[in-house]
């Protein structure tokens, strides 16, 4: 794969926010549509010649690089996607760094996750950092999801965000192919911005609450989405955590001993499987739980887990409700609040001479809060929201939502989702919506979504 470009650009927020929120919003089965022949054979004709061209998105994100890339598809050789994957894997460092201080897998390790991650001596990895730690040196893990510099409340103040674009690889002027679809990301086209949050924003030190022992041997439990509407997202993200979970290990474990490793489905919030799945956890000892990555899964079951004294760490809450929950010091995140990616949005859409906009976001926590976010950064960069529509991610068919878009006028459409978008992009394909005046988010943008398209899904 190609280096992405880097685009050396700072978006400095005005607004207090508290950092990196509960991320990839909740998540919604959907349900197939029925559509007449000749609006069907239109959208078939279209898909694989570049009909998804020209979309743009962003989504947290790091130029990751070829070699972190290419230990991860050793673990996974079928990964199409990357995204979130550097958190999880992130997620997991943090939390055995924060044990090997601790000098334990019991509770009080959750009251060094924080330092973990700023004020020291500068690591990039493990092994380094277990070195510094163990001649007693403060250090400062910089990850492969970026410095991280985790406020008081457990999320970061400084994020990274890649700005994607969809192409036609059979076409692209550097004859690269996609894997599993004749269109995908286009990586030569992929730029990254640097997102900081006001100092506002680097609250004091949560306390933690509770009391819990450890045995000596860190567990750690996954609930990522191995089912449901953000189940696209899961590979890279199961990938990340199985690879630090491997390389902990290579450099001794902690505490003496390996690292177990636990893994669970998240679901999303219609087949309602993550409260059965931290119940398994919890009767296994876990020691920490990494996710999940809808928002609303992990609002509703972060009581369960902090009650049982348990750090709950997301690679992928965006949420800006976790920024100020009561979670007794145990929850924690490494992707930034969507404060910050509608910021960053709306600069982009505003970079490309679309001053007016109109949104389309999922009836859930992280389709209306990014909605919102997204307005008033466009307000303040002299944009305006001509439209809304809050939709519902299980309807059978978006045809009156995008003719309602299409019909503003407006020069751009927000399309803020889940796996549904794919649906709503074929819509918008047969009512003719110019799709490069199209701007996907987080919860959207990757190969998945060109693959479900192509696939009429």
Excluded: H, W
């Amino acid at each position: 794969m190609q280096t992405n470009k880097l685009l050396a650009k700072s978006v400095s927020l005005l607004l207090a926010l508290g950092l990196v929120a509960a991320g990839c919003g909740d998540d919604s089965g959907t349900d197939e549509g029925s559509s007449d022949k000749t609006t069907t054979t239109a959208a078939d004709d279209a898909k694989g010649d570049g009909a998804l061209a020209g979309m743009k998105g962003t989504t947290p994100l790091v130029d990751l690089g070829q070699e972190f890339k290419d230990r991860m598809l050793k673990v996974d050789p079928d990964l199409s996607d990357f995204n979130y994957g550097a958190e999880s894997y992130d997620a997991a460092i943090v939390i055995a760094l924060a044990a090997t201080e601790a000098k334990t897998d019991g509770i009080e390790y959750a009251s060094k996750i924080n330092g973990i991650t700023r004020g020291g001596e500068k690591c990039t990895d493990f092994a380094g950092c277990k070195k510094l730690i163990d001649e007693g040196k403060d250090v400062d893990y910089d990850g492969a999801s970026g410095p991280l510099e985790f406020s008081g409340n457990g999320e970061p103040t400084e994020a990274s965000y890649g700005v994607l674009q969809f192409g036609s690889m059979k076409n692209s002027e550097d004859g690269t192919k996609c894997e599993k679809s004749d269109e995908c990301i286009d990586e030569s086209k992929t730029e990254f911005v640097k997102a900081t949050a006001p100092k506002s924003a680097d609250v004091p030190e949560v306390p933690v609450v509770g009391t819990r022992a450890g045995d000596g041997v860190l567990t750690l439990g996954t609930l990522l989405p191995v089912t449901g509407s953000l189940a696209f997202l899961g590979p890279p993200e199961v990938a990340g955590v199985q690879l630090a979970v491997q390389e902990i290990n290579a450099a001794g474990g902690v505490l003496g001993k390996d690292v177990v490793l636990v893994e669970g489905d998240s679901g999303d919030t219609e087949n309602k499987v993550a409260p059965t799945t931290v119940q398994t956890l919890l009767s296994k000892n876990v020691d920490g739980i990494i996710g999940a990555a809808s928002s609303s899964v992990s609002l509703s079951v972060v009581d369960t887990i902090a009650t049982a004294g348990v750090v709950m760490f997301s690679p992928a809450n965006t949420s800006k409700k976790f920024s100020t929950y009561d979670d007794k010091g145990l929850y924690f995140r490494d992707a930034p609040s969507d404060i910050l990616q509608g910021s960053v949005l709306a600069d982009t859409i505003i970079g490309d001479g679309k001053s007016s906009v109109y949104v389309l976001a999922l009836n859930d926590d992280y389709g209306t809060g990014l909605a919102d976010d997204l307005e008033g950064s466009l307000k303040d960069g002299g944009g305006e929201v001509v439209g809304k529509k809050i939709y519902d991610p299980k309807a059978a068919d978006y045809s009156t939502e995008v003719q309602e878009a299409k019909d503003s006028g407006a020069d751009a459409i927000a399309l803020i989702g889940f796996d549904e978008s794919s649906k709503i992009l074929t819509k918008m394909v047969e009512q003719g919506v110019d799709i490069s005046s199209v701007y996907g988010v987080d919860g959207n943008m990757g190969n998945a979504l060109a693959e479900n398209f192509e696939a009429g899904k």
